[in-house]
């Protein structure tokens, strides 16, 4: 299991006196009690210094979040030429906040989110795919070579399907056909 490793990961850094930061852009909204997120699901309350995550995915609107100790969120404010510059304007945060509300008052919307995950890793693998080692619903399909992800991506595009292919580092990329040269 990997997420599970966040709990030795915070018992490692508790005794080396490191910093403990956990990416949750693939969890909020998923993970925890009404989509809490990772420090939720381990009950890791107060253990972790800095929490992210993204508003994109199963929140469903864009920007993202830091959370931390006071001192880091001043610091981030007053380095905000370099970080944090794009504030959220009132209607994604209204979005935001009507996302938390439905995650709050229907939770029966994640179930399903886990359901559709087991469908869809399911009919991948018989199809022959290699999923990779993910654990929540956001799942890679990896085919190896940069270049082919990317042909992959274009193909899928042709039918229909928009998923970027990611790949490091950054390769020539295939155009889809429609895509303007
Ligand atoms: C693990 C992880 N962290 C952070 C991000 C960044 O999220 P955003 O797309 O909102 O910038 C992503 C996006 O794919 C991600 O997968």
Redesign the pocket.
């Known amino acids: 299991m990997v997420i599970s490793a966040a709990a030795e990961l915070v018992e490692h850094a508790e005794r080396h006196g490191a910093i403990m930061m956990v990416?949750d852009?693939?969890a909020s909204g998923v993970l925890g009690r009404n989509g809490r997120g990772t420090v939720d699901l381990f009950q890791l309350h107060g253990r972790v210094d800095i929490q992210v995550g993204?508003?994109?995915k199963a929140i469903g609107v864009?920007?993202?979040y830091i959370c931390g100790t006071k001192d880091l969120i001043e610091f981030l404010y007053s380095a905000r030429a370099r970080f944090c510059s794009q504030l959220l304007i009132r209607p994604v945060a209204a979005a935001c906040l009507a996302a938390f509300d439905i995650l709050e008052a229907e939770p029966e919307r994640i179930e399903q989110l886990w359901k559709n995950t087991r469908y869809f890793k399911k009919g991948l693998t018989e199809l022959g795919f290699d999923t990779g080692i993910s654990e929540t619903p956001?799942t890679p399909v990896m085919v190896g070579e940069a270049a082919k992800a990317h042909r992959l991506s274009a193909e899928l595009f042709n039918e229909g399907v928009f998923r970027q292919a990611s790949a490091f580092p950054p390769s020539r990329r295939i155009k889809p056909a429609c895509a303007p040269s």
């Open positions: 990416d852009a693939h993204t508003l994109s864009l920007g993202g956001i």
